[in-house]
């Protein structure tokens, strides 16, 4: 991902620029093509308005011998992203902050004589905890009359995905990783409930606007099309805007999302083992963390309020979306919380499957918590302890895990229903397997429990 | 001479269409055809209620400042 000289993967369809790695630093290179959209963005003091809001991510101009090709007319520095999450991998209220931040940035920039040329969610990144745009390419001169371009990209990457998460399942959400583009609008209409027709900025930016969509399918723009003032594309933007505010999800009944009120811990053995894991973290402080099942995120909490920039992936969209809340309502800058199954990571998509990259490839973890997860992996899922921790070691340098033995309630819980095929899930047997890769720095019992938290440190060498 | 006199009137004839129906590229990724003249029609139509909101907006801020100035 950072060699040398190399493009990044998913910025080659845009013909105003790319994305670049060189000696470790990331660049974009801006084509002599957009040159006149650049300095609009600069001299209108757009670029200044946006990135003094926190909505744009900022740049530094470089060198321009950096430039990778003969066509370019900057090459700039944009400000690093400490981790690359996509859309299908955020809660319903990451998606909605930035359907939100999206239609903010067009006003603002129509205010500013520009107009965005896109409308990806897949410009959008979380950065010190908010929605920030990353693409300082997607800006084009506003050409007075003229519809917004990115109208339809905009309906089917937020929109779309949003109504469906909360007229029909959360879990929805995860289309957008079938279709690139976002969800086709067809497709939305007919999986949204009949009652959806009732609501105006439904009925009209998703069903109204699939059946023009069918209508006009490989037609070209009729030639009488009148032009759209300025003050019409406000008010398209304002009724997308009412739109998105109108739809709204509330996590209940979730597996996870109450999980610290089913736990069979203790209120002291919890304490215990968040002491640990900040004993842990303050021994080797790490520079990045990933909490795999971090639920809401109470241990990965500890990492990020030690300002290490921390991910806390969940499967369940409902804790996710917890975690979230609380990131926005106490304004954390360290914690990016995200949804995703482990066992089933977000793979490559897009062309050659490296246009959007696979979850683990995306981030640089130093320490991987590991919490009440084994048995999950080992017994829910048929895992055999080799494979995850083969799995570690490749994901790694450092880990927190914890053992959860057989005797526990809540493995128990997990064999009531099913055939005990699992002789090697012990202690033993677990340390062996993990010993293969990693030594054990320090092992403690947490009181009041039969479980044990591990502090390991990678002995051979994988992914880097 | 008669070549010169029908490439002046084509040209005209161009110009005279560009004005009246003006000419957008439109970006590096398709808006669809669809999506294109449905946010026209939509926009018309949303345009009026944004209008009273804005106008609304703007009686509201102007009566609730002459009532600051009164109090002040």
Redesign the interface.
């Known amino acids: 991902m950072k060699g040398e000289n190399t493009a990044v993967s998913g910025s080659f369809?845009?013909?105003?620029g790319f994305l670049f790695w060189h000696e470790q630093r990331l660049y974009r290179q801006v084509n002599r093509d957009y040159s006149e959209h650049y300095d609009l963005l600069i001299a209108s003091r757009l670029y200044d308005k946006l990135v003094g809001a926190g909505q744009l991510i900022a740049h530094e101009e470089c060198d321009v011998r950096l430039a990778r090709t003969p066509d370019a007319y900057k090459v700039i520095r944009p400000e690093l992203v400490p981790f690359i999450s996509y859309p299908f991998e955020w809660c319903f209220s990451q998606l909605k902050d930035a359907a939100l931040l999206t239609l903010d940035i067009q006003r603002t920039a129509l205010e500013h004589g520009m107009s965005l040329?896109?409308a990806s969610a897949y410009n959008v990144q979380f950065v010190h905890g908010r929605p920030v745009l990353i693409d300082t390419l997607s800006f084009?001169k506003y050409?007075a009359?003229?519809?917004?371009?990115?109208?339809?990209?905009f309906?089917q990457h937020f929109l779309a995905p949003l109504a469906l998460m909360a007229h029909r399942d959360v879990r929805l959400n995860q289309m957008s990783r079938l279709f690139l583009d976002g969800i086709p609008l067809d497709l939305a209409s007919s999986l949204l409930p009949a009652g959806t027709r009732w609501r105006f900025s439904l009925l009209?930016?998703i069903h109204?606007?699939a059946r023009?969509?069918?209508?006009?399918?490989d037609?070209?723009?009729?030639?009488?099309?009148?032009?759209?003032?300025r003050?019409?594309?406000?008010?398209?933007l304002?009724?997308l805007e009412t739109a998105v505010r109108k739809l709204s999800w509330r996590p209940r009944g979730s597996e996870w999302a109450e999980y610290y009120e089913n736990t069979n811990y203790s209120d002291q053995a919890r304490d215990l083992k968040k002491k640990l894991v900040a004993d842990f973290l303050q021994q080797l402080n790490p520079g990045h963390v990933c909490d795999i099942g971090a639920n809401t995120g109470v241990f990965s909490r500890l990492a990020a309020e030690r300002g290490i920039p921390t991910v806390a992936l969940d499967i369940d969209a409902a804790a996710v979306e917890k975690n979230y809340l609380q990131v926005r309502r106490a304004d954390e800058k360290f914690m990016l919380p995200l949804v995703g199954d482990i066992t089933n990571p977000s793979p490559g998509i897009g062309w050659e499957n490296s246009e959007r990259l696979p979850l683990l490839q995306r981030f640089p973890v130093d320490m991987a918590l590991a919490l009440a997860l084994v048995h999950h992996l080992a017994i829910a899922n048929n895992l055999p302890l080799a494979k995850i921790a083969d799995f570690f070691s490749r994901s790694c340098r450092s880990l927190v895990i914890e053992f959860i033995p057989k005797s526990d309630s809540q493995v128990r819980r997990l064999l009531a229903t099913r055939e005990d095929i699992f002789p090697d899930y012990s202690v033993v047997g677990f340390e062996k397997e993990f010993q293969e890769h990693f030594t054990i720095e320090r092992r403690e019992a947490i009181a009041g429990t039969e479980r044990i938290l591990y502090l390991m440190r990678r002995r051979v060498h994988g992914r880097e | 001479m008669k070549q010169t006199k029908y490439a002046g009137r084509s040209i005209l004839l161009l110009a005279t269409l560009c004005l009246l129906f003006p000419f957008y590229s439109y970006g590096y990724i398709d808006p669809g055809t669809g999506s294109y003249v449905f946010q026209i029609l939509v926009a018309a139509l949303v345009a009026v209620s944004f209008a009273v909101k804005v106008y609304w907006l703007k009686i509201k801020g102007f009566i609730a400042g002459l009532f600051t100035k009164k109090g002040k």
Do not use: I
């Open positions: 369809r845009d013909p105003s040329k896109d084009e050409p009359g003229r519809p917004w371009v990115a109208y339809r990209q309906c009209s930016h109204m606007h023009s969509q069918q209508r006009y399918a037609k070209p723009v009729p030639g009488k099309t009148r032009p759209m003032s003050f019409a594309l406000l008010a398209l304002n009724s």
